[in-house]
């Protein structure tokens, strides 16, 4: 089995379960290091296979190691997991959720996730113009007809986004069970839900299975946003690590579940600003979706309205020309953020602080010299 840049590549799991979905992985994730972020009650043994390197820290270990910057870090959430992205010292993060396993392509093949990841990240992307035949760089494919010369080159990628079959990443609203609507709405009254939420009975698909495998990558366009998740993600952590966290989730904030998309909307608005790229597409994980929709929708509940307004303050903002690398970015981004988000709910304000404690706990474990 191929074990492209295993020297070069951390595999980051968040977890509140055990491992041993790791059991299927074993002949790709075995050549590779393993960073477990145990979540949850730190007195709880996990168990992690036989075989496989790795390094596994729990709350108290996050205490300890980030002090007065622990706060920071989400606790019962997966949002825990950008704890593992600040102490890794490769290149490349993989990350991936404990309920993924290995999906097969159309002709029953497994897929290396990996192997497809760094395929992507190490080929440029093309966010300035859409390429018809999706990714260029894919054996078999090229820039078409009418793709000017002068953006062949591409930019480099700074992310790569991998899809799911089975249980794709559906919000909480489109994966209840009507009865689960009804209680809500019974509870919460009729304004339970913004408007814009389309009627019920046109969203409920709780046994909707994803079993079309779409063999394309492409680049998501500048100035375009995309809801990233963080089930099966790489990225290079020298182009985007340090914006690359999950945000304030779970225990003690308004909101859960939104960790991937705030990280999505961050590293995407900062990528556009540096020019390099986010892709998104191949490989496929196969989701068994371990959370609950009706816990999920009460845990994601603020987020449904919050976005409406979160993401037109992403896609309206503009950062300096004064901000030239990633830690600069986002820190302006987290004044932007307290500016202009805080009017929604004092939640921002302590959200912008968290960015802020994530950029010096980030240069704590990851000092210019030990980076060059
Ligand atoms: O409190 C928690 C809850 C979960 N985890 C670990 O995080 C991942 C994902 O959890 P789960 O499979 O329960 O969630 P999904 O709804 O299927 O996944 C999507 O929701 C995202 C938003 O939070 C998540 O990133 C998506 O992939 C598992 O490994 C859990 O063990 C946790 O650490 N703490
Ligand atoms: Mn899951």
Same mark, same amino acid.
């Given at each position: 089995m191929s074990a492209p840049l295993a020297d070069q590549l951390d595999i980051v799991i968040p977890t509140i379960r055990n491992l041993d979905f790791l059991e299927e992985w074993r002949p790709?994730?075995?050549?590779?290091?393993?960073?477990?972020?145990?979540?949850?009650?730190?007195?709880?043994?996990?168990?992690?296979? $036989?075989?496989?390197?790795?390094?596994?820290?729990?709350?108290?270990?996050i205490e300890r190691i980030l002090g007065d910057k622990a706060w920071a870090i989400s606790f019962k959430d997966s949002a825990c997991r950008c704890f593992g992205f600040m102490v890794s010292k490769k290149k490349y993060i993989y990350t991936i959720d404990d309920d993924?396993?290995?999906?097969?392509?159309?002709?029953?093949?497994?897929? &290396?996730v990996l192997e497809q990841h760094i395929k992507n990240l190490l080929t440029p992307s093309t966010p300035f113009f859409f390429n018809t035949l999706y990714?260029?760089?894919?054996?078999?494919?090229?820039?078409?007809?009418?793709?000017?010369?002068?953006?062949? $080159?591409?930019?480099?990628?700074?992310?790569?986004?991998?899809?799911?079959?089975?249980?794709?990443?559906y919000d909480a609203p489109t994966q209840a069970r009507?009865? $689960?609507?009804?209680?809500?709405?019974?509870?919460?009254?009729?304004?339970?839900?913004?408007?814009?939420?389309?009627?019920?009975?046109?969203?409920?698909k709780p046994r909707e299975r994803n079993q079309r495998?779409?063999?394309?990558?492409?680049?998501?366009?500048?100035? =375009?946003?995309?809801?990233?998740? +963080?089930?099966?993600?790489?990225?290079?952590?020298?182009?985007?690590?340090?914006?690359?966290?999950? +945000?304030?989730?779970?225990?003690g904030q308004p909101i859960g579940r939104y960790d991937?998309?705030?990280? +999505?909307?961050? =590293?995407?608005?900062?990528?556009?600003?540096?020019?390099?790229?986010?892709? =998104?597409?191949?490989?496929?994980?196969?989701?068994?979706k371990a959370s609950n929709p009706f816990v999920n929708l009460r845990k994601e509940y603020k987020g449904i309205f919050w976005q409406e307004e979160i993401i037109p303050f992403f896609q309206n903002?503009?950062?300096?020309?004064?901000?030239? &690398?990633? $830690?600069?970015?986002y820190l302006e981004l987290a004044e932007l953020v307290r500016k202009g988000l805080g009017h929604i709910d004092p939640y921002f304000s302590k959200l912008a602080?968290?960015?802020?404690a994530w950029i010096e706990g980030w240069r704590l474990l990851n000092p210019p010299a030990a980076s060059a």
């Open positions: 790709f994730f075995q050549p590779y290091h393993l960073i477990i972020v145990q979540d949850g009650d730190p007195t709880k043994k996990i168990h992690v296979p $036989e075989g496989f390197d790795y390094e596994l820290y729990n709350r108290n270990d993924c396993f290995v999906a097969k392509d159309p002709s029953g093949k497994p897929i &290396n990714d260029p760089y894919r054996e078999g494919a090229d820039f078409v007809r009418g793709y000017p010369f002068s953006l062949r $080159e591409g930019i480099p990628t700074a992310t790569s986004h991998g899809l799911w079959m089975n249980i794709p990443d009507m009865d $689960e609507w009804d209680c809500l709405q019974t509870c919460w009254g009729p304004h339970a839900f913004p408007h814009s939420i389309p009627a019920r009975q046109h969203m409920v495998y779409v063999d394309a990558v492409m680049t998501v366009p500048k100035g =375009t946003l995309y809801p990233m998740c +963080g089930m099966n993600l790489a990225f290079d952590r020298d182009l985007i690590g340090a914006a690359m966290y999950f +945000g304030l989730m779970g225990e991937d998309m705030w990280a +999505g909307w961050c =590293t995407k608005v900062i990528c556009d600003h540096l020019g390099v790229g986010c892709k =998104t597409g191949l490989p496929y994980v196969w989701h068994s903002l503009t950062l300096s020309k004064t901000s030239t &690398n990633v $830690e600069q970015c602080d968290g960015m802020v």
